[in-house]
C-alpha cells in the first residue's frame, strides 16, 4: 500500500510540474502488476456471464498480445493444468441512458412572414419558420468484475469491479429515431467500452508500462554560473533536441559540455539524468540526480531535482519487482 501511495504522488507531483514548464520530455518506466507476491503467466479464461459487449474476447486478445521487453507475458490455455491463475468475471452493467431534447434551427426554405415590396413589386420574407430537431445526451457505460482464482486452493488473488462511461451527444434531422438504431449503437460504443476496460485490467494483473512527462530545464541559470553566450546557446540546441526525442545527439552534446563546465552545471546534469531516465538506466540517471542537487542552492530547482531522485528511487524498485513478474 505504501508504494501504491507513493507512485499515486509521484504521478500527481508529474502533472504539477509538468504545468510549470512548457518542454517536457515523456519517459516510461516498468511497473509490477498489483497481484504481490504472485507470478501470472500462464492462464484459463473463462466466458464472462452476462457478457453482451464482448468483454472475454478483448481481455482474450490483450492477453494473447500481451508483450513487455519482447516477451509474451501470458500463455493462454484451454484447461486448468499447469495454470497460475483462473481469470473469470461477470459484466455487471451495459446500458445507455439518455435526456431528449430539441434543438431550434431556422429554416431558410420556409417563409412564415412576407412583406410586399411596392417598389420593386416582390415579396420578401421577414421570418422564417423555425425548425425543431430532436437531440440526444446520451450516457453510456459498461461496469465490469474480474477475479484471479488460483485453481488448486480456489483462493480469490485478485478482484476489482472497474466502471466506464462515455458521453455522445447527438441530433436528428429526419423523424426521430427508435430501438432499432439505438440498441446497435449502444452495443458498438459499449463494446469500445469493453475494450477500455480489458486494457486496464492487464494493466492490474501484469507487468506494465507507466508514463511521465517530465519537465525539461531550457535555461541556464546565471545566478549559479557565468556562462558564454555560446554556451548559452549550445544548452538551448540541445534543449530543443531533447524536446523533440533526439536523445543520443542530445546525450552526446550534453557531456561534452558537461565537460567543458568542469560538471559544475546542475542544469546540465539534470538534463542529462533525464535523458538517461528516458534510456531506461535509472541507477544512473539517480546517481546524476543526486550529483546535480549538490551543485545548486535555488528552491525551485530543487524541488525539481528531488522528485526526479524520489522518482526514479521509486521506479527502480517497481522495475526490479516488475521483472520478477516476467516469464
Known sequence: MKNLFSIGLIIILSHFFTACSS????????HPSKIEKEKINVVKIERFRNDDVNQTLSLENKIVNKIVDNKRVFTLKNDIFGVDAIITGEVLNSSVSFQTYYKEEIDYSRCRYYRYDEKHKRKDCIEYSIRYIPCENREYN??????LIQPITNKIIFSKTYDKSSFDNVCFDR????????????????????????????????????YFNINIIEELDENNLSYTKEQRKKFENIVELISNTNLDIAKMQLEILDKELNQNSFEVIYNLALIYEALGKLKI??????????????IEYLDLINYGINRTNLNLEEKIKAKSQLP
Open 285 to 298: 540517471a539517480n546517481n546524476l540526480y543526486n550529483e546535480a542537487k549538490m551543485k545548486t542552492t535555488n
Open 23 to 30: 518542454k517536457k520530455l515523456t519517459v516510461r518506466t516498468l
Open 175 to 210: 423523424p426521430y429515431p427508435f430501438n432499432m438504431i439505438l440498441s446497435s449503437e449502444k452495443y458498438r460504443v459499449n463494446s469500445q467500452i469493453a475494450n477500455e476496460i480489458a486494457n486496464d485490467i492487464i494493466d492490474d494483473i501484469s507487468p506494465h508500462y507507466v
Open 142 to 147: 459498461v461496469t465490469t468484475n474480474v477475479q
